[in-house]
Nanobody
Framework: QVRLVESGGGLVQAGGSLRLSCSAS????????MGWFRQAPGKERVFVAG????????SYTDSVKGRFTISRDNAKNTVYLQMNSLEPEDTAVYYC??????????????????WGQGTQVTVSS
């Protein structure tokens, strides 16, 4: 059973920055592509960013390109999301999940049915 723990959220003014962290346990972290997702109030959870097992390949949804950077530290079983130039539209609960294994291509679809508690990001205008 995989366990995902997100942290680093908070309240920030528009234009500010936050760095989110997701710690994973229960599976061999380095075997999985990892992704960040977010769910705004009243909306479905959507893909934000993904990173391959080695960190050599990344992908982003269009609305965050140039502002967010995903990275990972396989030695620490942790994936990060650096968020700069935050906008009120970025307000959401942020979650991480695996988005594929090393035996497959990276996708934008979560593979674990269970999620962590998420971390709230609120951007004020």
């Amino acid at each position: 059973q995989v366990r995902l723990v997100e942290s680093g959220g908070g309240l920030v003014q528009a234009g500010g920055s936050l760095r989110l962290s997701c710690s994973a346990s229960g599976r061999t972290f380095s075997n999985y592509h990892m992704g960040w997702f977010r769910q705004a109030p009243g909306k479905e959870r959507v893909f934000v960013a993904g990173i391959s097992t080695s960190g050599g390949s990344t992908s982003y949804t269009d609305s965050v390109k140039g502002r967010f950077t995903i990275s990972r530290d396989n030695a620490k079983n942790t994936v990060y999301l650096q968020m700069n130039s935050l906008e009120p539209e970025d307000t959401a609960v942020y979650y991480c999940n695996a988005v594929g294994g090393k035996w497959s291509v990276m996708t934008t679809t979560p593979i674990y049915t269970s999620w962590g508690q998420g971390t709230q990001v609120t951007v004020s205008s």
